[in-house]
């Protein structure tokens, strides 16, 4: 009887952990057991490992083998594992030494033939088998790309089982990642290509200098998506921490581009209003994968024609917008990945859609239900909202800032807000929660009157009166100003306030 270990890793989300596979050859009847709460596609693994063995031209043993997936209590899923399997069972019969599998993580699935094949989820796996004090991890020559994202633990690529072997046992070389890559390539669109549209083109600005959420009201063809896809190129670039973070999860999803380029521009995931709500937040079958609002983590999801949405959908966004997470439930566990996005809405103002509003067809009662399908507590989470009007003048095409001069200002802001909030671990003034701002922060009582009208007129929620004073800090900081007045307090309410009908 012979005992070896080997090491892979289990995904829950975008979180690994390092799994222990023991492997037990001999004492019994030939068979092949695997324990430890393994999936379909690991149960199955078993006759996957066997043939790729041997035909690998290695001997498969015709004992009672025995393989156990620790921690025992964490459910284990997919084909990554396919290679760990393998190596334990021939290091169980002695064709591996104990020590080359020692502080080595196995990534990949098997083909029949022995070839190791990509699988999703290399990022965090290797980030994960870093945290651990993993030393080194073998991955699919074809994850070399994704693997070089990682730093702290040494890559090696294997095309087969057989490259794999000889690696381990023999020390023969592998492929090894390149140097990281920072996609650098991608131009955002240009803010001038706008023509008119001052109020949202300002409300834009606003959101990309605060973290805000913003809805377009307009008619077709005033600039809503136009605008949407240029709010990008107003944001920061991301930071390499946050690069990473973005990257596994595009890696869970397999949405990660190849080349091994770590993109640092912020995403923008515009899913269409027939996407069913797996798309849009998470789901599928056994553990969830994540959906649009993980996909735009650190960028701005755009939404347009919202009122087309189902409100089940549009409402399940609304722990997302508050938590900067989603959390999915499903009957073999439950995940949670990150969506800190900024959501930007786009509505036409009734469903006839006219490109003048004295051509609306529509009867008052249609238009306010048809804005109506945004819920008031969906609504509430929208810092901005703008009004859009049709164009009446092609030339004052071209006369609109471009998105390198608005950019200095968002940057001057951002920058602003994160050397006041920088201590207290936010970086933009969405961050920052309402009793910190009433608080410790407080304005003083006249730059206040406008929320207490509000207030009591019923006009404003206590949730709203917060993101006002969001708007408003975010105000003084493109403005240069130290804190917020009454005037400020005043705009960040006629902002949120405007009647998009």
């Known amino acids: 009887m012979a005992l070896a270990r080997a090491h892979s890793v289990a995904l829950l989300g975008v979180d690994g952990h390092v799994v222990e596979i023991e492997a037990d050859v001999g004492g019994g009847l030939p068979g092949f057991h695997l324990v430890g709460l393994p999936d379909a596609a690991l149960h199955e693994s078993k006759d996957r490992v066997r043939a790729a063995i041997v035909n690998s031209d290695r001997s498969w043993p015709n004992e009672r083998i025995v393989l156990a997936l620790s921690p025992a209590t964490l459910r284990k899923a997919g084909s990554a594992f396919d290679l760990a399997l393998a190596c334990a069972v021939l290091g169980a019969c002695e064709v591996l030494p104990q020590a080359a599998l020692d ?256 051509d609306c067809v529509c009867p008052s009662l249609v238009r306010r239900r048809y804005l109506g399908r945004l819920s008031g507590p969906l609504l509430d989470r929208v810092d901005l909202r703008a009004r859009m009007f049709p164009v009446t003048a092609l030339s004052a095409a071209g006369e609109g800032e471009d998105t390198a001069t608005v950019r200095a200002r968002v940057q001057a802001a951002r920058a602003a807000a994160a050397e006041r909030w920088g201590a207290f671990g936010w970086r933009t003034n969405a961050e920052v929660p309402g009793p910190v701002l009433r608080t410790r922060f407080a304005l003083p009582r006249p730059a206040v009157r406008p929320l207490d009208a509000g207030l009591r007129a019923g006009e404003l929620t206590a949730r709203g009166a917060d993101r006002a004073l969001r708007v408003a800090w975010t105000l003084a900081d493109l403005g240069g100003r130290d804190q917020p007045d009454e005037d400020l307090v005043a705009t960040a309410l006629y902002f949120r306030d405007r009647r998009a009908a």
């Open 103 to 358: 502080r080595t993580v196995l990534l990949g699935e098997l083909a029949l033939d022995g070839r190791l094949r990509p699988v999703r989820g290399v990022l965090p796996c290797l980030l994960a088998a870093r945290e651990a004090g993993m030393e080194r991890a073998v991955v699919p020559e074809s994850s070399l790309a994704e693997a070089a994202l990682v730093e702290g633990i040494a890559v090696h690529g294997a095309p087969n089982l057989d490259a794999a072997l000889a690696f381990l046992g023999h020390g023969h070389a592998l492929r090894r990642p390149g140097a990281i890559v920072h996609d650098e390539a991608v131009r955002p669109l240009d803010l001038a290509d706008v023509v008119g549209q001052d109020d949202a083109r300002h409300a834009i600005e606003i959101a990309a200098a605060g973290g805000h959420h913003v809805l377009l009201v307009g008619p077709p063809g005033t600039g809503k998506t136009m605008l949407a896809q240029r709010f990008v190129g107003l944001l920061p670039r991301l930071g390499p921490e946050e690069a990473l973070a973005l990257a596994a999860v595009r890696s869970v999803a397999g949405r990660l581009p190849g080349g091994g380029a770590l993109s640092t521009l912020p995403p923008f995931v515009a899913p269409h209003h027939s996407s069913s709500m797996a798309a849009l937040v998470g789901g599928g079958s056994g553990l969830a994968r994540p959906g649009a609002v993980s996909l735009a983590h650190l960028g701005v999801l755009f939404m347009d024609e919202a009122p087309e949405w189902g409100a089940a959908m549009l409402d399940a966004l609304r722990t997302p917008l508050e938590e900067g997470e989603v959390r999915l439930a499903r009957a073999e566990g439950t995940v949670a990945y990150p969506a800190r996005f900024q959501l930007v809405l786009a509505a036409n103002p009734c469903p006839c859609a006219p490109a003048h509003d004295r």
